[in-house]
């Protein structure tokens, strides 16, 4: 058989057009360096997509409701408090799913100094709960909060994480 030769652009072209899939099965990948991505909400309103799972969202002191999509199994949603809340954040869910949980509470003031072993300090609720707030005082939402929303099911979020308040602690749940 003779050779026969092509262009540089061709191959380009066939090699931009190659679309595959890799199948990595029970794969381990080593020595990959993966950056969380971290979105900063400073605006009043914000709805996370399907594809910012695995993200950090950062509650920098401004007033933000967020609405978490549609449950889908696996998707996991991580809020902070990048400083003390200074108005109410919210985090709600659609109107078919729920949210169920439980928070370790603390106050700013609840340290290794004045902590018994007597002390309860659990934020839980059951499923028929769909909105949490955090409003920087008895809610939570000072500098240090960190709550995880993991879609369970189609249809439920498990809530935990760490709220840091002020005052005489309330639930978050409503």
Same mark, same amino acid.
């Given at each position: ?81 990048? !400083? =003390?809340?200074?108005? &109410? ?5 659609? @109107?078919?799913? +729920? %949210?169920? $949980? ?23 609720? !059951? =499923?028929?709960?769909? &909105? ?5 005082? @008895?809610?939570? +939402? %000072?500098? $240090? ?30």
């Amino acid at each position: 058989m003779g050779t026969k030769r092509i262009g540089l652009a061709r191959v380009q072209g066939l090699i931009e057009n190659l679309k595959r899939d890799l199948n990595m099965n029970a794969a381990t990948l080593r020595n990959v360096a993966v950056k969380k991505n971290v979105v900063q909400l400073t605006e009043t309103t914000y709805a996370p997509t399907a594809e910012e799972s695995g993200t950090i969202f950062a509650f920098v002191g401004d007033e933000c409701t967020v609405t978490l999509p549609q449950a889908a199994v696996g998707l996991e949603y991580t809020f902070v408090c990048a !400083a =003390t809340a200074h108005a &109410t954040s919210v985090i709600t869910t659609q @109107t078919a799913d +729920g %949210l169920a $949980g439980a928070l370790i509470c603390t106050t700013a003031a609840l340290n290794n100094t004045n902590l018994t072993n007597t002390t309860s300090i659990i934020d839980s609720w !059951a =499923t028929t709960i769909d &909105t949490f707030t955090l409003n920087g005082t @008895t809610q939570g +939402g %000072l500098l $240090g909060t960190q709550v995880t929303f993991t879609a369970v099911s189609d249809s439920m979020w498990n809530v935990s994480g760490i709220k840091i308040g002020s005052g005489t602690l309330v639930t978050s749940a409503s």
